[in-house]
């Protein structure tokens, strides 16, 4: 009798050694571990004869793409974010698409808050004072920030990240109010008060970024939002580059019309404008909120187990376009 062939799979980028050697006993694998860049057309060229891919957030997958990949039956997104997918074109082609969600939640919220306080108690900037040398001796005016406690947090699309940043915030006491488009059951709330976008800006002491990125996010954020708030908030986006529009943000951070600001994502990064570089108000961080060791390993063995159950025949947990399931590639 022979064995079955095994399915091909396509790993883009570099993952804990342990994960691959447990993918390669389950799947013939290209597994990228030097972990170059994939141009599109060497994405393309991978994917041609691939049966399922584990990407990330960098790698967009579309209709051109999707043309020539016959095989193809699952791309397993190692992030929650899916904005780098087209979905109608994945349930075109009979693609499954899956995501990581839930499994991010509190370190995502740890990062936000990692931000949040670091920003607004001028914790990079300080620092850097510190390292040159500069720090001669103490001075009643040291670096004076922002409080966190007790103020009002504004957050900007309340899902599953969301509530789990409103729960910490409650351990800094803080009133917490938020925007989505429609207002959540109370008891989904997390204690948070639901109010429009304009009053979010104008009330909240700091605002924190969480929506995903689609067409109506894009500039979510521009310079007539960030004129409504108050000049000594902080703003921290933890969502994607694209929902702040990072140029009218350095001039406001530049003109001190925001006190400042925490990013973790950035409009066309990895490259980031360089006017942030010039800013001390700035605290920056490279897209890594859902980076610590444990959460990035949950994120990739749940994007191995929605890659495994779609080969196996079985509905994926974590779907993202359950119209494909009955017209899927098999
Ligand atoms: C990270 O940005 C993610 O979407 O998981």
């Given at each position: 009798m022979s064995t079955p062939e095994k399915h091909r799979v396509v790993v883009t980028r570099r993952l804990y050694p342990f994960l691959i050697d447990e993918l390669r006993t389950a799947y013939a694998l290209d597994d990228n571990q030097d972990d170059h860049l994939l141009s599109a057309d060497e994405l393309a060229q991978r994917l041609a004869t691939a049966d399922g891919a584990l990407i990330v957030g960098g790698e967009r997958v579309g209709d051109a793409l999707l043309a020539g990949t016959p095989r193809l039956k699952v791309v397993?997104?190692?992030?929650?974010?899916?904005?780098?997918?087209?979905?109608?074109a994945c349930t075109k082609h009979g693609v499954v698409a899956t995501n990581t969600p839930d499994v991010l939640n509190e370190s995502v919220a740890d990062h936000g808050f990692a931000l949040l306080l670091a920003a607004a108690r001028r914790v990079g900037e300080s620092e850097r004072w510190l390292r040159v040398?500069?720090?001669?001796?103490?001075?009643?005016?040291?670096?004076?920030?922002?409080?966190?406690?007790?103020?009002?947090?504004?957050?900007?699309?309340?899902?599953?990240?969301?509530?789990?940043?409103?729960r910490r915030a409650a351990g800094f006491s803080m009133r917490v109010i938020y925007h989505n488009r429609k207002p959540l059951p109370a008891a989904e709330a997390a204690g948070a008060e639901w109010v429009g976008k304009e009053d979010l800006l104008r009330?909240?002491?700091?605002?924190?970024?969480?929506?995903?990125?689609?067409?109506?996010?894009?500039?979510?954020?521009?310079?007539?939002?960030?004129?409504?708030?108050?000049?000594?908030?902080?703003?921290?986006?933890?969502?994607?580059?694209g929902v702040v529009d990072d140029r009218a943000l350095i001039r406001a951070l530049r003109d001190g019309r925001l006190a400042a600001a925490g990013l973790d994502v950035f409009e066309g990064e990895p490259e980031l404008n360089p006017g942030f570089l010039e800013l001390e108000?700035?605290?920056?961080?490279?897209?890594?909120?859902?980076?610590?060791?444990?959460?990035?390993?949950?994120?990739?063995?749940?994007?191995?187990?929605?890659?495994?159950?779609?080969?196996?025949?079985?509905?994926?947990?974590?779907?993202?376009?359950?119209?494909?399931w009955d017209q899927r590639r098999r």
């Open positions: 397993a997104n190692v992030a929650v974010g899916y904005n780098n997918l087209d979905l109608p040398g500069l720090w001669k001796r103490w001075t009643f005016d040291m670096f004076p920030g922002a409080d966190i406690h007790g103020k009002t947090l504004g957050i900007v699309g309340m899902g599953r990240i969301g509530r789990s940043i409103a009330e909240s002491d700091h605002v924190i970024l969480m929506v995903p990125y689609a067409p109506s996010t894009h500039h979510l954020i521009g310079a007539a939002e960030l004129a409504l708030m108050k000049p000594t908030a902080v703003l921290v986006n933890l969502a994607r580059g108000n700035v605290l920056m961080t490279p897209h890594i909120a859902s980076s610590t060791r444990a959460t990035r390993e949950a994120m990739a063995r749940l994007a191995m187990r929605n890659l495994a159950e779609t080969l196996a025949g079985r509905r994926p947990p974590s779907l993202l376009n359950p119209d494909v």
